[in-house]
């Protein structure tokens, strides 16, 4: 299948990573929905693209019910071939400083927004039995830094819901594959200054998205290459004994 016939949406597509990733989907021949809450910052996304092939969309992804007016929107321009959650935030706030509502405004976005785009996506990607969705994430969750107790919880949480939903649909649906991508320390508002340019992860990120190989569900893959999960001594040992050896894949295309 190509990714290319069907509509891609990226969500946090009014700046940063996601304005790169949106612009390197539709150079690549992509329709792209743009979505983001900020009305002027999709519809600037839209304007830049060369091709004319991003459409704005505007919604809160930590609200349910404006992601699925939304999607439904959408899907009136065409079959939803491909979704990259990326609409994230960072606040940067000491636990001291947190409260619960605070905190849980951040989980609401960087992971409720994640299961309300997939939730609303899946309605159209099982009734056709294809697609893929690039979950953007991060190692926060195993290594976190001061003052993003709700960041790294949140996108940690994401990490696991891509295992349990390639345990869910992965079996009833083999044509819909879901995928972890850490696109790297990012020169972005929510990455660090020296960080690498948003449009060099983007070419990574979209090659990943319309990469069309078998088995890459449930992957990892951080910047360019697949993070292969750690083997016991057991699966080592039987590795060795069967001349086996495993490589991480690299992003072609990229």
């Given at each position: 299948m190509s990714m290319t016939d069907g509509i891609a949406v990226v969500t946090g597509a009014g700046g940063g990573l996601g304005r790169a990733l949106a612009l390197e989907l539709a150079a690549r021949g992509c329709c792209v929905a743009a979505l983001g809450r900020g009305e002027a910052g999709v519809e600037e996304t839209a304007a830049m693209a060369?091709?004319?092939?991003?459409?704005?969309?505007?919604?809160?992804?930590?609200?349910?019910g404006a992601v699925r007016a939304a999607f439904a929107r959408i899907a009136q321009e065409g079959e939803l071939r491909l979704l990259i959650n990326n609409a994230?935030?960072?606040?940067?706030?000491?636990?001291?400083?947190?409260?619960?509502?605070?905190?849980?405004?951040?989980?609401?976005?960087?992971?409720?927004?994640?299961?309300?785009?997939?939730?609303?996506?899946?309605?159209?990607?099982?009734?056709?039995?294809?697609?893929?969705?690039?979950?953007?994430?991060?190692?926060?969750?195993?290594?976190?830094?001061p003052a993003s107790s709700a960041y790294s919880v949140s996108k940690g949480a994401g990490r696991i819901l891509t295992h349990a939903l390639v345990a869910d649909l992965g079996d009833r649906f083999p044509g819909i594959t879901i995928i972890d991508w850490?696109?790297?320390?990012?020169?972005?508002?929510?990455?660090?200054?020296?960080?690498?340019?948003?449009?060099?992860?983007?070419?990574?990120?979209?090659?990943?998205?319309?990469?069309?190989?078998?088995?890459?569900?449930?992957?990892?893959?951080?910047?360019d290459r697949e993070v292969l999960p750690p083997r016991g001594?057991?699966?080592?040992?039987?590795d060795a004994l069967l001349l086996r050896r495993r490589h991480a894949r690299v992003i072609p295309g990229a």
């Open positions: 060369a091709s004319g092939g991003i459409m704005p969309v505007v919604a809160d992804v930590a609200d349910a994230a935030v960072y606040p940067r706030r000491d636990f001291l400083d947190e409260a619960g509502e605070s905190f849980a405004e951040t989980v609401a976005i960087n992971l409720g927004g994640v299961v309300a785009c997939t939730r609303a996506a899946l309605d159209t990607m099982t009734q056709t039995g294809r697609g893929r969705i690039l979950n953007v994430s991060t190692f926060a969750d195993m290594a976190p830094l850490m696109p790297g320390m990012l020169a972005t508002r929510m990455g660090i200054k020296d960080g690498l340019p948003p449009e060099v992860s983007a070419r990574w990120g979209a090659a990943l998205a319309l990469w069309d190989a078998p088995m890459l569900g449930g992957a990892v893959f951080e910047m001594l057991k699966a080592r040992l039987r």
